[in-house]
């Protein structure tokens, strides 16, 4: 995902409908989060994610909540 776009930034339900087009029918199953849900699974994982080179964090702009992700040094 990063190789092609480079960073993400933006809502939930964007970062799901990117993510969507790599997971295809897996978007279906149970368990896989829905928006509102997505920023407090990535929370969790956000070590395991820094691991293999993501960096996420979450943020406010214009108090909208705003999801980041980035490649860092695993």
Known sequence: MFTEE??????AKSLLDKLATYAGE???AKGWPDA???????T???PN????????ARDKRNGRRVL???RCEP
């Open 49 to 56: 994610l820094r691991a293999v080179g993501i960096d996420f």
């Open 26 to 28: 897996a978007v279906h």
């Open 68 to 70: 980041l992700l980035n």
């Open 44 to 46: 969790k994982i956000a």
């Open 36 to 42: 509102p849900r997505l920023s407090k699974e990535l």
């Open 6 to 11: 480079g960073p993400f930034e933006g809502a």
